[in-house]
T-cell receptor
Framework: DSGVTQTPKHLITATGQRVTLRCSPR?????VYWYQQSLDQGLQFLIQ???????AKGNILERFSAQQFPDLHSELNLSSLELGDSALYFC??????????????FGPGTRLTVL | GESVGLHLPTLSVQEGDNSIINCAYS??????FIWYKQESGKGPQFIID?????DKRQGQRVTVLLNKTVKHLSLQIAATQPGDSAVYFC??????????FGTGTSLTVIP
């Protein structure tokens, strides 16, 4: 168990809808990272927050947004969903401001299915 | 763009045998590589890493080999156990701290 929790575990929704994925980092970790993993692609880094502030942006679509709250949990909002958004979404946390994924602990993921 | 690929999508091995999982990368400037294990229903778990100034690095029952000439990375698991069944994928660090992840090889250990 990495200490990172994500809810929900599974999410099924329709095209055009909006969903929110939630992540609680390991106790004491200030950094939260979001990744997307689809069947035909490896992990894709989406965005990083550190202590409530956005720190790095990857391949995140404009339809997607995230935030980190004062209690350090984070939410990833996906809107105007398309079939191609179906994927596993992982959250990872770290106690560092900057660093590689080798220093990150991954949650179990949320499987999103868009019908 | 970057290309991190795996030679075989699936691999089956007998329990007790050694496993070798391969990964090809395309950016000769990549200077750091990571292997991950991802079990069903779980997030990726760091296994071992290697910097480009090394050819080989050993961990507990795992060895990573790096061949920069042909841009190839391999993960060797000794005495494979049923608990090793998972998807294994590699990642490379290119310029600017950008990481690129492969799609993975599914390893099945036959008891």
């Amino acid at each position: 168990d990495s200490g990172v929790t994500q809810t929900p575990k599974h999410l099924i929704t329709a095209t055009g809808q909006r969903v929110t994925l939630r992540c609680s980092p390991r106790s004491g970790d200030l950094s939260v990272y979001w990744y997307q993993q689809s069947l035909d692609q490896g992990l894709q880094f989406l965005i990083q927050y550190y202590n409530g502030e956005e720190r790095a942006k990857g391949n995140i679509l404009e339809r997607f947004s995230a935030q980190q709250f004062p209690d350090l949990h984070s939410e990833l909002n996906l809107s105007s969903l398309e079939l191609g958004d179906s994927a596993l979404y992982f959250c990872a946390s770290s106690d560092r401001l900057a660093g590689g994924p080798n220093e990150q602990f991954f949650g179990p993921g949320t499987r999103l299915t868009v019908l | 763009g970057e290309s991190v690929g795996l030679h075989l999508p699936t691999l089956s091995v007998q329990e007790g045998d050694n496993s070798i999982i391969n990964c090809a990368y395309s950016n000769s400037a990549s200077d750091y590589f990571i292997w991950y294990k991802q079990e069903s229903g779980k997030g990726p778990q760091f296994i071992i890493d290697i910097r480009s100034n090394m050819d080989k690095r050993q961990g507990q029952r795992v060895t990573v080999l790096l061949n920069k000439t042909v841009k190839h990375l391999s993960l060797q698991i000794a005495a494979t156990q049923p608990g090793d069944s998972a998807v294994y994928f590699c990642a490379e660090k290119a310029t600017g701290n950008q990481f690129y992840f492969g799609t993975g090889t599914s390893l099945t250990v036959i008891p």
